[in-house]
């Protein structure tokens, strides 16, 4: 009997759905850190000792309600670890990047737990939404090589200035997502009442110190956008610089006011998923500064010989 096959096509899309769905999880996980629902489960895999059901009540019922993500989650993950071998033509690229996903929601599962046995401690929670980044990266290449066609080259639509001052954008981005988790590692949001916090410098110098590599960033965005208009790029780049800069000046304005608010919970909450569809956005642009050959419907499709049909 022939083993199923999948179509590039239809990779794709389960590629798609895994970078919204590891998207998701970062805002839902937000939520139990918001609510103060991080000890809702006193312990991991199990939410209380001797069952793996939450009582019901509102705190345990958060964290047990994220734990439900998490798995759904782990289904798309597997899904799609389990379509790059079943893609024709199989493709190692994605194969990599596919598994590496498995190997990043493993590692997120062990801190997770790890961040419920140690009660929170804000470097597990710091490390544990920057490991989420990642695994948002690697979804992200998977899901654009995917509409890609195997073996063809890499195309830079934009010169190479522009290449480094991208990179320098998606550098400082990184260092404002990583910033503001030690923003929020010092702050009054543990996930749970008393947690101890970083106590390295003020909630004041550090927030000014985040924003200020945002206001960094906020310039780069704006000279990227000029060079890329000046330099008559082609429209996609563009596009995406436009979008990164609305989103830049929204999550900007969200950070003030939750500053200025005294952090409420709405406003945190809006600004963990600004923060990641901002990493999406910055992922998406600088990934469409160079170009592929797309795949199509008619991909050609190559049978990898059983290993019966092989010669001795
Ligand atoms: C592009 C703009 C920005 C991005 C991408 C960004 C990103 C982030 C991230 C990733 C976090 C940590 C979320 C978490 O650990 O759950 C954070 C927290 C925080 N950010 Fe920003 N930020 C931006 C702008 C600003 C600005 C301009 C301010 C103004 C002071 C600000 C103030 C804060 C504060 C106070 C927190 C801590 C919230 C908490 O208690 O959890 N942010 N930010």
């Known amino acids: ?54 009582a019901i009540a509102f705190r345990p019922l958060v964290e047990f309600g994220n734990r439900m993500v998490t798995i759904a989650v782990g289904v798309i993950t597997a899904a799609v670890a389990g379509g790059s071998l079943l893609l024709r033509p199989r493709r190692r690229d994605l194969v990599w990047l596919a598994w590496g996903l498995v190997l990043g929601y493993v590692a997120q599962a062990v801190l997770g737990g790890l961040t419920v046995l140690y009660k929170l401690s804000p470097l597990l929670v710091m490390g544990h939404f920057l490991v989420s980044m990642l695994l948002l990266w690697d979804a992200i290449v998977l899901h654009r090589r995917a509409g890609q066609r195997a073996g063809t080259r890499p195309r830079s639509v934009v010169g190479p200035e522009l290449r480094w001052l ?24 543990s996930g749970d009442l008393g947690t101890h916090r970083l106590g390295l410098i003020s909630l004041r110098d550090i927030s000014q110190l985040h924003a200020d590599f945002v206001l960094f960033l906020t310039g780069l965005t704006v000279a990227t956008l000029v060079a890329l208009q000046v330099a008559k790029s ?79």
Do not use: N
């Not at 030690?182 to 009054?188: N, Q």
């Not at 795949?295 to 990898?304: G, L, Q, R, W, Y």
């Open 1 to 54: 009997m022939k083993p199923p096959t999948l179509s590039p096509l239809a990779y794709r899309r389960l590629c798609l759905v895994a970078v919204v769905a590891l998207a998701a999880i970062v805002v839902t996980g937000g939520a139990v850190r918001l609510t103060g629902s991080g000890l809702g489960c006193s312990t991991w895999p199990q939410c209380e000792p001797g069952s793996y059901t939450s």
């Open 234 to 312: 082609p429209a996609v780049p563009l596009r995406w610089a436009r979008i990164l800069l609305v989103v830049i000046v929204v999550q900007g304005a969200v950070g003030f006011a939750q500053y200025f608010l005294h952090l409420p919970s709405g406003l945190v909450g809006l600004h963990v998923a600004g923060a990641t569809v901002f990493w999406v956005v910055t992922l998406y642009f600088s990934l469409d500064l160079s170009a592929r050959e797309p795949v199509t419907a008619a991909e050609p499709v190559v049978d990898v010989p059983s290993r019966a049909a092989l010669p001795v």
């Open 166 to 189: 991208a990179r320098l954008l998606v550098g400082t981005a990184g260092v404002v997502l990583v910033m503001g988790t030690f923003v929020s590692g010092t702050g009054p949001h």
